[in-house]
């Protein structure tokens, strides 16, 4: 059974930092790539970073060279350092783990930039 647990949302300002974290249960992080989603409200749920079980990474263009995804397979955790923040940013962030073409969610936590 994975579970799936986001926390560090919140509110803060155009050009402030959050760091998001996602904590798993299981016994499959170690093999599992980690991503992390958002869903403004009106749009679909897109992708923003993710990181392979070898540690490579990806990100949509919008947050590349501001945000920057990371794991601890010792924690069975992953974040997100969100750097630079900007009003078209607020979503609701969901964390996912995929392994073995099966994704797993968690139930998401609010970002909200202010201008």
């Known amino acids: 059974q994975v579970q799936l647990v986001e926390s560090g949302g919140g509110l803060v300002q155009a050009g402030g930092s959050l760091r998001l974290s996602c904590a798993a249960s299981?016994?499959?992080?170690?093999?599992?790539?980690m991503g992390w989603y958002r869903q403004a409200p009106g749009n679909q749920r897109e992708l923003v970073a993710r990181?392979?079980?070898?540690?490579?990474?990806d990100y949509e263009d919008s947050v590349k060279g501001r945000f920057t995804i990371s794991r601890d397979n010792a924690k069975k955790a992953v974040y997100l350092q969100m750097n630079g923040l900007k009003p078209e940013d607020t979503a609701v962030y969901y964390c996912?783990?995929?392994?073995?073409?099966?994704?797993?969610w968690g139930k998401g936590t609010l970002v909200t930039v202010s201008s």
């Open positions: 990181i392979t079980s070898g540690g490579s990474t």
């Open positions: 299981g016994s499959i992080f170690r093999i599992a790539d």
């Open positions: 996912n783990l995929n392994v073995l073409r099966v994704d797993y």
